[in-house]
């Protein structure tokens, strides 16, 4: 089946560091991937997706790029700041079957002043 | 223009009880998922409807059921509640549903359900 697995968090940096937070995934043919933020209290939010391999999704200072060879999605920030702190999913749609989101288990980014 | 709309934010109901959670989808918007999270599952898939028609169901047993109004607001059901129904239940909306690639879905607030 379907699955993405993201690193174990939370992943504790200061103000101004770089950021990466990996994420791998199995599915067969081409997922769309996604990357979703969620503040505390709130919902998620689309941060940025990639529908095809070698595609870049970028907002807000965040990149990934949807890399088929590794089925990989990391994403990356050049410059964390105190408000990026969140809990972020990585995530993915199939292009055969059920399709229905499927997320990974959550990192929990803390930015430190 | 307004968003994902959840009622209520927060419940309290007993084992054994029947819950009706709502969600009204942004304007235009046609499909309406259903998602579960809870610590230690993480985010799961319950449904979505489209045009009041169930389009996908995951994994979940029949004591969790949902239906889709004419004005795409929908409600999801749980009878029957047992503890490890305590969760976050998050609706998300989008214009065509996730059967077309990089279909963006924009949540809700969610529904904070603990069973007692």
């Known amino acids: 089946g379907n699955s993405v697995t993201q690193m174990e968090g939370p992943v504790t940096l200061s103000e101004e560091a770089f950021l990466t937070i990996n994420c791998t995934y199995t599915?067969?043919?081409?997922?769309?991937l996604f990357w979703y933020v969620q503040y505390p209290g709130e919902g998620l939010q689309l941060l940025l997706k990639?529908?095809?391999?070698?595609d870049k999704g970028s907002n807000k200072g965040f990149e990934a790029t949807y890399r088929k060879e590794t089925t990989s999605f990391h994403l990356e920030k050049g410059s964390v700041q105190v408000s990026d702190s969140a809990v972020y999913f990585c995530?993915?749609?199939?292009?055969?079957?059920?399709?229905?989101?499927?997320f990974g288990s959550g990192t929990r980014l803390q930015v430190q002043p | 223009k307004a968003g994902v709309t959840q009622t209520p934010r927060y419940l309290i109901k007993t084992r054994g009880q029947q819950v009706t959670l709502s969600c009204s989808p942004i304007?235009?918007?046609?499909?309406v998922s259903w998602y579960q999270q809870t610590p230690g599952q993480g985010l799961q898939f319950l449904f979505e409807?489209?045009?009041?028609?169930?389009?996908n169901k995951g994994n979940f047993p029949g004591r969790f059921s949902g239906r889709q109004f004419s004005n795409s607001r929908s409600e999801m059901n749980v009878s029957t509640l047992e503890l490890g129904d305590s969760a976050l239940y998050l609706c998300?909306?989008?214009?065509?549903?996730?059967?077309?690639?990089?279909?963006?879905?924009?949540f809700g607030q969610g529904t904070r359900l603990t069973v007692v």
């Open positions: 998300a909306s989008s214009l065509t549903g996730t059967v077309f690639r990089g279909t963006e879905a924009f």
């Open positions: 599915a067969t043919g081409y997922p769309s």
């Open positions: 990639a529908t095809k391999a070698d």
């Open positions: 995530a993915l749609i199939p292009d055969t079957g059920r399709r229905a989101l499927t």
């Open positions: 304007s235009g918007h046609r499909s």
């Open positions: 409807y489209f045009s009041e028609t169930q389009r």
